[in-house]
Nanobody, 117 residues
Framework: QVQLVESGGGLVQPGGSLRLSCAAS????????MGWYRQAPGKQRELVAS???????NYADSVKGRFTISRDNAKNTVSLQMNSLKPEDTAVYYC???????????WGRGTQVTVSS
């Protein structure tokens, strides 16, 4: 099995920055894609950003230009640098890791990001 552990969440003022990190460990050593999702109260979970093992990235339109995802394949870690944070970014952020063909899909427990004055 795989464990995903997120870190870096917290409270930040609008316009501030946070960096989320996720470390994967367990029996599976490689993933085709890793990424971050978020879920705000009363809303569906949505993709924030993802990155493949080859470095291809995908971002939600709402975070393009503000968030940057990165990955260390050797260490099975993925990070999300979040700049120019807005109150609407407030959500629980979940790390995700997927094996090839989406055969397995793993989730972290989530970390709270709150953007407020």
């Amino acid at each position: 099995q795989v464990q995903l552990v997120e870190s870096g969440g917290g409270l930040v003022q609008p316009g501030g920055s946070l960096r989320l990190s996720c470390a994967a460990s367990g029996s599976i050593s490689s993933f085709d894609a890793m990424g971050w999702y978020r879920q705000a109260p009363g809303k569906q979970r949505e993709l924030v950003a993802s990155i493949t093992s080859s470095g291809t990235t995908n971002y939600a339109d709402s975070v393009k230009g503000r968030f940057t995802i990165s990955r260390d394949n050797a260490k099975n870690t993925v990070s999300l640098q979040m700049n120019s944070l807005k109150p609407e970014d407030t959500a629980v952020y979940y790390c995700n890791a997927r094996t090839w063909f989406a055969r397995f899909n793993f989730w972290g427990r989530g970390t709270q990001v709150t953007v407020s004055s």
